[in-house]
Each structure stands twice: as C-alpha cells, then as structure tokens.
C-alpha cells in the first residue's frame, strides 16, 4: 500500500500522456516478476523489498477505472464500473483460497511434492507462482485490449445545475478540462476530491472492518468473540464474498440509475444497526442460527460496501474529462491507499483495548470496537451532504 501511494498519481500521469493499455502491460509484468520472486523470499527483508517494488510498479487501479470507463457508451459507465468492483471482490475470495489451499504443500500434499523440491524448500512458492501464471494469461490477454485514450471526441460539460454549487462544480471541471496545469487544477476540482474524500473514509471503514470481522469471530466466548474456528472463517468469506457480486451485476445498475448518491447514503444508514448488532451475538445466539445470522449480516455489509465503491468510482470519473482520468484515478488510489494503510493498525489498536475492557460500564468490549466503526461510517453519511459533497459530471 506505502508503495502504490507513492507512485500512483506518476502511472495516472502516464496512462493520460501514453494510454492506459501500457500501463496495464507494466502492471501485469510487474505482478509476474515480483510476485514469484516474493514466494522466492528466503529472508523477510527480501519478502518486504519485493512487495515494495510491486507496490511501486502497480500503476493499473488507476488506469483500469479509467478504461472502463471509455470502452463503454456513458449509459453503461455504471455498469462496467460495477464489474471492476465485483472482480475486486471475487479476488478477494480466490485469492485468500489459493493461499489456503496451495501454501506449504510439500506438508499437506506429501505425495505430490517432495520435502526436497523447490515447494518444500519455499513452502509459499507455489500459490505465489499460481497468481503469477494468472497474471501472464491476463498479460496474454492484453494483446487483444483496444486503447481507449482520445476515443472519444467532443468532451462536454453537463450544464443542467441545479444549485449554486453545482454551477462551481461545472466551472471547476471546465477549468480542469482547459487549464494548463491540468494536474493541480485537479486539487480545485470539488466534485472530484469530494467524491475522493467519500471515497477514502468508506475505504479506511471497510479495511477497519474487515481486520475487527477475522480477529473477532475467532476469538473465545468469553471475550465477546464467537469462537470460530478458522474453517468456519473462510466459510463465512467465501460466501460473503461471493455473494454481493451477483447483486452487483444483474441488480445494481438498476438502482444506481436513480441516484448514486442516494444510494451511498441508505448502505450507510443501514450500516449502523447492522453493526450495532454484532456485539451482541455472543450473547443471544450460538450453534446453527449464530452461523445463519454472521454470514447473512456479512453478506449484507459486504454488499453494502461494494455498492458504494461502485458509486464512488462513478463519481470520480464523471467528475473529470478524459485527458486527466487517469491522474483523477491515481490521486484517488494515492489517498484511498494511505487511509487503507492505516486502518489495520487503528482497527487492531482499538480492538486490544476493547479486550481489556470486558466489565467497563459504557460500551464494554467487543462493543466499543463496533462503535467506532460506526462513527467512520456516520462521518462518511455526513459528507455525502452539502457543503462536503457536490456532484459534478462531464458527458461525453
């Protein structure tokens, strides 16, 4: 994440000055190179430094929203902006099961692989080089990808304005679109960094989240934690995960034609009762029903969440015209990527604390831990409106 932060906004840069399909290409060589050298890792410094240098050298997020953005009439942008975050979230799934499955498998398939092979000897050598052989078929894959940069013609500003604001919103993208320092007008483009904004704090949520879920379901009873065991775990993502990707393709863009904003807004409100209850079900369930109800209330968040990132793409997109997209991207990755960066810590700080308060009067353990994740998401809820949030759209 320190990594990508660094050089995020460079790539965006360069996918609006050389096109996006090469910076995709570097991406991919990139993940093939690094990523089996990672599992290559004798020592943890060379672990870390090649980490490093495949956050340094992955330039795609950006570029990739921009793309999807361009291949597809305006009409579809929700649509294909839609399938980018659910391919997100279905790596999210295959990837912690190919770790699963194929890390050390000199000692759980000892009939296939030998202690003495290259897989006993760098017992995470082999689910490294699988996600690098998909990462050389998606490279593969590239020579078929169509450049989208300057594809389409005639830029125009939506002038249907409602408000005051949004008046300020059109003249700022227009400034972005014919100014000469294209880069920092970016900065005073509000539509955009508020979308960024929106963007990042539901993002550091989501990590925050996602770091208390795993820690607290397996923790014991008796400190507020479900007792999971880890199976029970990758059960509960697997099907959580998979889920809300199906609801994204064939039902979201339905809703999302209404009012994006608006729909940020009700996953949000929704958010907070759905939180609000997990601390409590140590207390009121076990067995089958508490099974039931973790991956039915997982299931929702995670829809939650990814509909809303969705929406924040589309903001970020529409907020800018195509000769800075990728440079929007890469800003918005930069930000999104330090706020990602620093939820584990916060969410781990918090939840030690809340194990030491079990007896405390107000908001005892594990309830504390949810709380505060409500407040990131009450924050967000507020800078959905006035004067935080404007929407800005620029047609093309």
Same mark, same amino acid.
């Given at each position: ?146 450049? +989208? ?112 904003? +608006? ?134």
């Amino acid at each position: 994440m320190a990594g990508r932060a660094l050089t995020s906004v460079i790539w965006g840069m360069v996918a609006d000055k050389h096109g996006r399909k090469q910076v995709i290409v570097i991406t991919l060589i990139a993940i093939v190179m690094f990523n089996t050298l990672f599992g290559l890792s004798s020592k943890y410094w060379m672990a870390i430094f090649t980490r490093a240098l495949l956050g340094l050298l992955s330039g795609m997020l950006g570029p990739i929203k921009a793309y999807a953005t361009e291949a597809c009439r305006k009409e579809y942008n929700h649509l294909a902006l839609a399938i980018i975050s659910s391919s997100r979230g279905i790596g999210l799934v295959v990837g912690p099961a190919i770790g699963g499955y194929l890390s050390q498998p000199a000692d759980k398939y000892p009939g296939i692989f030998s202690k003495k092979s290259i897989f006993g000897r760098f017992p995470y050598f082999l689910p490294s080089l699988s996600v690098s052989f998909l990462a050389f078929i998606a490279l593969i894959s590239c020579f078929w990808l169509t450049e +989208t940069l300057h594809k389409h013609t005639g830029d125009v500003a939506d002038n249907s304005i409602e408000t005051v604001e949004d008046s300020l919103a059109s003249t700022d993208a227009q400034e972005t679109r014919h100014g000469g320092s294209g880069f920092l007008q970016l900065f005073k483009n509000w539509p955009l960094m508020s979308a960024i904004i929106l963007y990042s704090i539901f993002s550091l949520e989501d990590v925050a989240y996602s770091e208390v879920f795993s820690l607290w379901v397996v923790s014991d009873r008796r400190y507020g934690g479900l007792g999971f065991s880890t199976t029970d775990v990758g059960n509960v993502l697997a099907i959580s995960g998979s889920l809300p990707h199906v609801i994204q393709i064939f039902i979201y863009p339905s809703v999302a034609k209404l009012a994006p904003i +608006t729909l940020v807004r009700t996953t949000a409100i929704l958010t907070v009762p759905l939180l609000s209850i997990y601390a409590i079900l140590p207390a009121v369930l076990s067995g089958f029903p508490l099974h039931l109800v973790v991956n039915c209330a997982s299931f929702l968040k995670n829809a939650f969440t990814v509909s809303s990132i969705t929406v924040f793409n589309i903001l970020i997109n529409d907020a800018v015209t195509q000769d800075v997209r990728g440079q929007a991207n890469g800003i918005a990755v930069t930000i999104m990527s330090i706020a990602k960066a620093i939820a584990p810590a916060a969410a781990g700080i918090i939840f030690s604390w809340a194990q030491k308060r079990q007896k405390a009067s107000f908001l005892p353990g594990d309830h504390l831990v949810f709380f505060m994740l409500n407040v990131v998401t009450v924050t967000g809820l507020v800078f959905t409106f006035r004067p935080f949030f404007v929407r800005g759209t620029m047609n093309h």
